[in-house]
């Protein structure tokens, strides 16, 4: 009976420990919980240029930060901070979509 009474903490409880297990042996393909601010934060997905505590704050009920697993493997590949972690990935895709726009616009030239 208690268990009913509990089981939407239960549950939320155990896909947090899920989570944050799988962040532990580096397994980010599969999140089993859709996210939060909170989390982000937790993971250390904030800083003063980036600050997540306002959207909180301002009860933003989105889903946390969007490619946060991309991010999370830059910081702990290149031991960057957060900051330098979205200038990197954020550089890759800059770089990506531009060789997309040079490679279309020679096939059509």
């Keep these: 009976k208690v268990c009913f009474l509990f089981r939407k ?10 989570d944050q297990m799988n962040r532990l042996v580096g397994y980010h393909i599969l999140p089993t919980t859709v996210g939060s601010f909170e989390d982000d934060i937790e993971d250390g997905l904030t800083s ?18 969007k490619d946060k697993e ?5 910081m702990k590949k290149q031991k960057v901070s957060f900051d330098e972690a979205r200038l ?3 550089q890759r895709l800059l770089k990506k979509n531009v060789s997309g726009i040079w490679f279309e616009r020679s096939i059509s030239s």
């Excluded at 549950?11 to 947090?16: P, T, V």
């Excluded at 991309?70 to 830059?74: A, G, M, Q, R, T």
């Design 88 to 90: 990197i990935r954020q």
């Design 70 to 74: 991309e991010i999370l493997k830059i």
């Design 48 to 65: 003063s240029q980036f600050d997540l505590e306002a959207n909180i704050d301002q009860n933003d009920n989105r889903a946390g930060l």
């Design 9 to 18: 903490q239960i549950f939320n409880l155990a896909n947090r420990g899920a």
